[in-house]
């Protein structure tokens, strides 16, 4: 039996080494455009800022170790350029000669990735992706040939901020174009303020609103007709799937433009099989086709090829999270699930809870504040979403609810989870369980909230907001209108308040609750600001920017 694998990075690789553990007498053919074979691409701009010194970490292997090790016979220059499913062949060219040859197969699996979009017209200066080995060379080239770098990085998802982290690091003079109004679009606009501070407090120059809409010799010029002087361009404007030869060949394309396949990633075409970006997944929360570019999916599903291809007992493919985390100049940020404005757009209905816990016990040094967003469906307390940004401890409480998520706990559930504790790594009542108190709150009807985008209108309709914080909080900054009553003296003060709907406010939402759990019993219709003013002015902050 001959299997051909096109692609010779993450899903290729995950399928060809696995299907040689279960196969020994099997021929297996990987061909690769690029110059390089399973190389680290998620480390390529780390490389870039000299966190990882040595270029040579990066490839993790070589056609020549894949062939001692598992008798692979991997082509790299070699670009599979049409098949034909009907014969069971693909024709291959060599880039290096640019002759052609007819291969046959048995079985295919395409893990062709994903490609860039339309180049930004000009000429001048490089304008780069960091996508390859071959472009963090250029990228690096041009960065020690200049004095004082400057660079434009064109697109503010996540591998435009790797970008920006590592540029900074190598100490270029960045300017970040991002054609809508924030960063990191699948955030929430609240959960996003942190990283466009980061972003100032690192010296680099955000345009959002605003496109690279061509370049010149050593300038930028922005669809607002500004110009930026810079020496490359890096191209981060996001990626589709590359998905050309799979339509030509006949094999069907889903609603998303990524290649369909089933639980087992079949394609309609017998005997082949479609893995990686250029691929369709399943949605977790509602089963419909999504397209999530993750590294950790493309290796577990290459593997999963490979099981099947050989037989092997095999499961269904598990629907994806899309659980992302990025760096940010100090700042961690992490997403898994649905957004507040994807349950909106879709309209789901959804509860929703913010916190912003501690990384550990706050009487232990380095404690380090962070902001959680949990998407609630209201119906089954299941979660949906959840967005954390801060400093330290994002990574693991990410973990902690993507878990939950694909075990199907409730938000209350939380509340029970057992988890690791000490004063340097976390607090009795982890940030996980406070959440998960929140949300149990809110799931008995103990407390009522208000989202901070809800106050304004809530206002406009006779609401008044009460400020439960001390003093100096209040002078320090106020929701405007707002009535200043201290915790500690709300029930002596309360027949201060007017006879209206009241909204609590503090710094969190904690003490917020406290108050609320006391209006409440006094008599009073109150809701409670969830996460309290600094999400109120996180929001505002970056509200005020569209």
Known sequence: MRTIIIGGVAAGMSAATRLRRLDEDREIVVFERGHHVSFANCGLPYYVGGVIEDRSSLLLQTPASLASRFALQVHVRHEVVAIDTAAKTVKVRDLETGDERIEPFDDLVLGMGATTGHPIPGEGMPVITLRSVEDVDAITAVLAEAASPRAVVAGGG??????????????????????????????????????????????????????????????????????????????????????????????????????????????????????????????????????????????????????????????????ALGTTIVGVLGLTVGLVGWSERRLVAAGRPHRIVHTHPFSHATYYPGA??????????????????????????????????????????????????????????????????????????????????????????????????????????????????????????????????????????????????????????LGHDVRNLDGGWLTWTDGAETAGRS
Request: proline share 4%.
């Open 158 to 319: 996540f591998i435009g901020i790797e970008a920006v982290e590592n540029l900074v690091a190598r100490g270029a003079r960045v300017t970040l174009v991002q054609r809508g109004h924030q960063v990191l679009s699948p955030l929430d606009p609240e959960m996003v303020s942190p990283v466009h501070r980061a972003l100032s407090d690192g010296g680099v120059d955000l345009r959002t609103g605003v496109t690279v809409s061509g370049i010149g010799a050593r300038v930028a010029t922005l669809s607002d007709g500004t110009e930026v002087p810079a020496d490359l361009v890096v191209d981060a404007r996001g990626v589709r799937p590359d998905v050309h030869i799979a339509r030509a060949a006949g094999i069907a394309l889903g609603p998303t433009g990524g290649i369909a396949v089933d639980d087992r990633h079949r394609t309609n075409v017998p005997d082949v099989w479609a893995v990686g970006d250029a691929v369709e997944k399943t949605d977790h929360l509602d089963g419909t086709a999504t397209l999530v570019t993750m590294a950790g999916l493309a290796n577990r599903h290459g593997r999963a090829v490979a099981d099947d291809i050989a037989g092997a007992a095999t499961v269904a493919a598990t629907p």
């Open 368 to 521: 380090e504040q962070m902001a959680m967003k949990l998407l609630i469906d209201p119906d089954t307390d299941l979660i949906l979403g959840a967005q954390l940004v801060g400093r330290s401890g994002v990574d693991k409480r990410l973990d902690v609810l993507a878990v939950a998520m694909t075990a199907g706990l409730t938000a209350s559930a939380l509340t029970q989870l057992e988890l690791a504790y000490a004063p340097q790594y976390g607090s009795a009542k982890d940030a996980i369980n406070m959440a998960g108190y929140v949300a149990e709150n809110l799931a008995t009807g103990a407390d009522r909230t208000i989202q901070w985008h809800e106050v304004d209108a809530a206002r406009a309709a006779g609401a008044v907001v009460v400020d439960v914080r001390t003093t100096g909080e209040h002078e320090a900054g106020s929701i405007p209108g707002s009535i200043l009553i201290p915790l500690d003296e709300l029930r002596e003060r309360h027949g201060e308040l007017p006879d209206a709907p009241l909204i609590v406010q503090c710094k969190v939402g904690q003490r917020g609750h406290t108050a609320s759990r006391i209006l409440q019993q």
